[in-house]
């Protein structure tokens, strides 16, 4: 038989446990298998937890692979609208010296 003993410390009670006898291998045997069960109850939990963590894992690496991909369009798409857009300014550089020399020549 297992005697605890419940001690109060900020908020939170601990339980002592009380070693058995050493002739008392029916109980010790016992105290065993329900430690065990508790551990491999954890263990169950445990593996479930790196189960869903690796699943999340895959998602989010699936994840950064198509926001890398869409973050290469969008800098080739920022390129070629910046090589536009000096175009248009050279363009227009070009227009505003011919104009006065058009109306000049009038």
């Known amino acids: 038989m297992l005697e605890r003993i419940c001690v109060k410390a900020s908020y939170a009670v601990k339980l002592a446990v009380k070693k058995r006898p050493a ?10 298998e329900v430690a065990l069960s508790r551990h491999l ?9 790196i189960l869903s963590s690796n699943e999340r894992i895959a998602q989010l690496e699936s994840m950064n692979c ?9 800098e080739e798409m920022t390129t070629q609208a910046r090589d536009e ?13 011919l104009l006065p020399l058009l109306f000049c020549s009038n």
């Open 23 to 32: 002739w008392d291998t029916k109980g010790r045997l016992e105290d065993m």
């Open 41 to 49: 109850e954890q263990n169950t939990n445990l593996q479930h937890q």
């Open 66 to 74: 198509q926001l890398k991909g869409t973050v290469q369009q969008r």
């Open 85 to 97: 857009i000096d175009a248009l300014q050279r363009r227009l550089r070009y227009t505003s010296l």
